[in-house]
């Protein structure tokens, strides 16, 4: 049966950032109807990412509703959407997939042509207009395809992967970026394999789902790389077998690395997005076979600067998006291991708040007190 709001604009409460590091504004907005190929979402669960805070701290596209780790419900859907109807349960997807393209048809990449991430798109692909209004009519920008901090979104239909509906929604929306980053980084992009020695450069939620990526695909030694002593015992949980604080030491961490494993490790994944711990991911990797993943975002007007004579022994450096995944068809299965209890999901969950609560859940991250904070709408 369709939705009693099908084809009409929705009222209802949202998080609005109306300048960079202000805190958000709850208040009402309206939400458009999907147009052809796009779905409108009930939001019932989002998270908090690091990178809602770096857009939110930084110049961009103003006012603007971020989020973009979350679950829902089809509230209704537009022209030419086949593969999902009012009332499924969907994990919302900041990087997409049309199925359609080049890119999509082929198993070299997650990255789809038409709907891949884009930090500087903020208005819809079919028209270049944004769904969201306030109330006296002027628009509200879109975040990372997805915008989940509002009761209601609408994405498009390549950008939300239907699940079953036995999975909890309130654990779901992990699954829409910190956790398949971190072990999609290790099982398709760096293919850790069994026996070898990994190096995690940054134990946030990301990091963390590094060193569980490593320990399921069988890692001997996963080493842990932080600045927060506590995190250890947090990365135990995880599988980290030993940890190395850079203050500790006044030789560089990669010396370190370099000492500690015989030359250096299988396979170093950078978590933080900082050009200079990407460098020191590099070199502590062993010559010949050695394999550096950069999964942290580095924005700023910096670049990797190296000699090309590194790049002449043996060594790999690449970049990981969504851990190379195809979201929409990918992720649902990556859920079945969950529900077989193959992966943690619950020990990620430092906080559960209500929507209202939204920017104590940006304290907590920007101070380093929260992996990540489930918010319930």
Known sequence: MPSSTQGQTITCKAAIAWKPKEPLVIQEIEVAPPQ????????????????????????????????????????????????????????????????????????KTNLCANLKVDPMRSTMRSDNKTRFLTKQGDPIYHFLNVSSFSEYTVVEAGCAAKIDLSIPLSRACLFACGIPTGVGAVWNTAKV???????????????????????????????????????????????????????????????????????????????????????????????????????????RPVTLGMHPMKLFHGKEIKGSTFGDFKGKSQIPDLLKMYSENVLKVDEYITHELRFEEINKAFDLLKSGQSLRTVMHL
């Open 36 to 107: 052809a190929e796009e779905v409108r979402v009930k939001v019932t669960h989002t998270s908090l990412c690091h990178t809602d805070v770096f857009f939110w701290e930084n110049e961009g596209f103003f006012p603007c509703i971020f989020g973009h780790e979350a679950a829902g419900i089809v509230e209704s859907v537009g022209e030419k959407v086949t593969e999902l109807e009012e009332g499924d349960h969907v994990v919302l997807l900041f990087t997409g997939e049309c199925k359609s393209c080049k890119q999509c048809k082929s198993d």
């Open 193 to 299: 394999e069994k026996g070898s020695t990994v190096v995690i450069f940054g134990l946030g939620a990301v990091g963390l789902a590094v060193a569980e990526g490593s320990k399921i695909a069988g890692a001997e030694r996963i080493i842990g790389v932080d600045v927060n002593p506590n995190k250890f015992e947090l990365g135990k949980k995880f599988g980290v077998t030993e940890f190395l604080n850079p203050k500790d030491s006044n030789r560089p961490i990669e010396d370190v690395i370099k000492g500690m494993t015989d030359g250096g490790a299988d396979y170093c994944f950078e978590c933080v997005g900082n050009v200079d711990l990407m460098l020191a991911a590099f070199e502590s990797c062993h010559d010949g076979w050695g394999r550096t993943v950069l999964i942290g975002i580095e924005v």
